[in-house]
């Protein structure tokens, strides 16, 4: 495989996400990092070798659910749903053991199975259980069948999957993006997101646990410096269970804002820790330990049921 080489700033649609991975760059998913410690992103980034894919289950239904209903040609040569190993025994059997790997010429093979067939292995293919098949047809069906998010997605015009890199002017840090979606006339820029939960306030959690302010922020201020005029960023969360529930999110103002400011912090950070190739981790002091404000109230509310209950 030729060494892949990172783009001069500009936008690219049509750029494998592998390759997209590899780009030597601050995203928002690795400026994430910054936030446990600097230490920890470059054990991350040391680890990853510009791999930076999780083979979790929630991953592999959300990274299929978004080539479902962004790429399904892609979804259809690349996602397969696995079967039974079918590598036969030295007793002329059949193994029982489910296949999780695909060879070349299509036979499915199993953990133990495969280690005969490193050599032979289909390397593109993503095998999915029959469990998350099913999880990501629900939730193709489910966005699909709301208007809204299939106009925005689907019938507006727009670019499915544009990479892109640029210079902070702030900073002079590289950084990059890849949107979902970006709508040629409406001025959004779309995000696909699977949860478990997509109901407010719930979701609301989940932006802040994910950092989606950020990479709101991110996104609309890296495209604008590319040239897009963006003026809306825009979710669209669906479960991954039944009935997959579906809510088209506009994120406010006051969230990007948010976003933004801690986007510019973590950048300085960034600039520093690389020029000056320093990765501190913790902090080397003792920390009093308290608990945090809800559980105050819960352990009263716990000792009061067991009263109840003994009584």
Known sequence: MSEIVTPEPGLYPGIPFD????????????????????????????????D??????????????????????IFGEVYVEAEDCEIAL????????????????????????????????????????????????????AVLSHPYARELLQEAPGVNELSGIWIDHATGVRCKLRADRVLEEKGIVLDLKTTRDASYPEFEREVWKWGYHRQGAFYTSGLQVLGREVGHYVIVAVETSPPFGVIVYRMTEGVLDAGEEELMRLLRIWKRCHERDEWPGYERRVHDLSLPPWAW????????????RLN
Not at 52 to 73: C, F, I, Q
Not at 108 to 128: M, N, P, T, W
Not at 297 to 308: G, K
């Open 19 to 50: 390759d997209y991975l590899s780009w030597d760059a601050a995203s928002n998913s690795r400026l994430g990092k910054l936030l446990r410690s600097p230490a920890h992103l470059k054990a991350y980034l040391d680890e990853m070798e510009g």
């Open 52 to 73: 930076e894919s999780d083979d979790s289950t929630s991953k592999r239904v959300g990274r299929g659910t978004h080539a479902a209903v962004l790429e399904p040609e």
């Open 90 to 141: 030295k007793s002329g059997g059949q193994c029982s053991y489910s296949g999780k790997y695909i060879l070349e010429d299509g036979r499915f093979a199993c953990g133990r199975h495969v280690k005969q067939f490193e050599d032979q292995l289909h390397e593109s293919a993503v095998i999915i259980s029959e469990d998350e098949a099913a999880q990501i047809e629900g939730a193709r069906e």
């Open 297 to 308: 109230m819960r352990i009263e509310d716990r000792l009061e049921l067991l009263d109840r």
